[in-house]
């Protein structure tokens, strides 16, 4: 019986700091949702989404606009007066810092996955 205590205890602590790495320190690589973001709110959140580079990256009132993709497969033009960063046109997945707004996603910063 001792010895069933011995081995029960060391493997529940080592379940339980596996679990919480799991959930909480390793990094996320899958994508967000739209979903998540209420159009009407303006806090600042990241998503991280794919971009459609085929759409291309253009100009439009003084404002960078392109077209991202989330996890739901909804397609979405996100625009903003930023600096693109170093390599974004050959990046397959990006971070978003902004807020959603009724016409699609208004950026404060991009960076690169």
Known sequence: MKFLQKIILPLL?????????????????????????????????????????DRGVNMQGGEIVFYVVDRNGKVIMVSGALQLPKDFDKAETIVLKGHLTQGGFHAHAVEVD
């Open 13 to 53: 602590i080592g379940l339980v700091i596996f679990v919480i790495y799991t959930f909480y320190f390793a990094g996320k690589s899958d994508l967000g949702s739209f979903n998540d973001f209420d159009p009407n709110n303006n806090a600042v959140k990241d998503i991280r989404v794919k971009l459609l580079n």
